[in-house]
């Protein structure tokens, strides 16, 4: 168990480039989750999946933000499109909800730093 | 829409002090509350997290308390060591398998 990782952990990007964030959850773990969060903020949720199936989208998520878990296993957030206003901390997490309930504790990622230039 | 609030935004102590974070949530119907601690430019780390059916838990110099019914949750620090230098969040889950909703935060400054 390596923990939950994120790659690239920077990203520097000109306003309107397109990028695109990977993050491997712990294996085995069925949901995963995206946070944002900026400078002197706490995270705010994005999105998140069980197993492939994407359950909720935040109204932060705008039509430039697409997010994928294709198999169930990785996941990728795409921003089409980037504004200053994206440059952020993209955080991914991973939790194992089990049937019949758990504490279904999130481990967090390391994030991916964007800065939007 | 839930909310939570940590008071003080940020707090600075001389070493060896005991101190208290304070966290504050509207909607007392929450699954359960976790505190994190995140170092500059880095990821969250867990510390201690409080089902909704219990009022405390423990670990090492950390107490987490859980008052549901006002809304809010204390995470004592005990013997403070500038080792514990960082920024703490709480978080609160609404229900089994939701999202997480943060608070600002408390940005903490052990002195040597």
């Known amino acids: 168990d390596t923990g939950v990782s994120q790659d690239p952990r920077h990203k520097i990007t000109k306003r309107g480039q397109n990028v695109t964030f990977r993050c491997d959850p712990i294996?085995?773990?069925?949901?995963l989750y995206w946070y944002r969060q900026t400078l002197g903020q706490g995270p705010e949720f994005l999105t998140y999946f069980q197993n492939e199936a994407q359950l909720e989208k935040s109204r932060l998520l705008s039509d430039r933000f697409s997010a994928e878990r294709p198999k169930g296993s990785f996941s990728t957030l795409e921003i089409q499109r980037t504004e200053q206003g994206d440059s952020a901390m993209y955080l991914c997490a991973s939790s194992n909800l089990l049937a019949g309930g758990s504490t279904d504790t999130q481990y967090f990622g390391p994030g991916t730093r964007l800065t939007v230039l | 829409k839930q909310e939570v609030t940590q008071i003080p935004a940020a707090l600075s102590v001389p070493e060896g002090e005991n101190l208290v974070l304070n966290c504050s949530f509207t909607?007392?119907?929450?699954?359960?509350l976790q505190w994190f601690r995140q170092d500059p430019g880095k990821g969250l780390t867990s510390l201690l997290l409080i089902q909704s059916s219990q009022r405390e838990q423990t670990s090492g110099r950390l107490n987490a308390s859980l008052d549901k019914s006002s809304g809010r949750s204390t995470l004592y620090i005990a013997a403070s060591q500038p080792g514990d230098s960082a920024t703490y969040l709480c978080a609160v889950k609404e229900t089994s398998g939701s999202r997480l909703t943060f608070g600002e935060g408390t940005q903490l400054t052990v002195n040597p």
């Open positions: 909607d007392s119907a929450i699954y359960n």
């Open positions: 294996s085995e773990h069925n949901r």
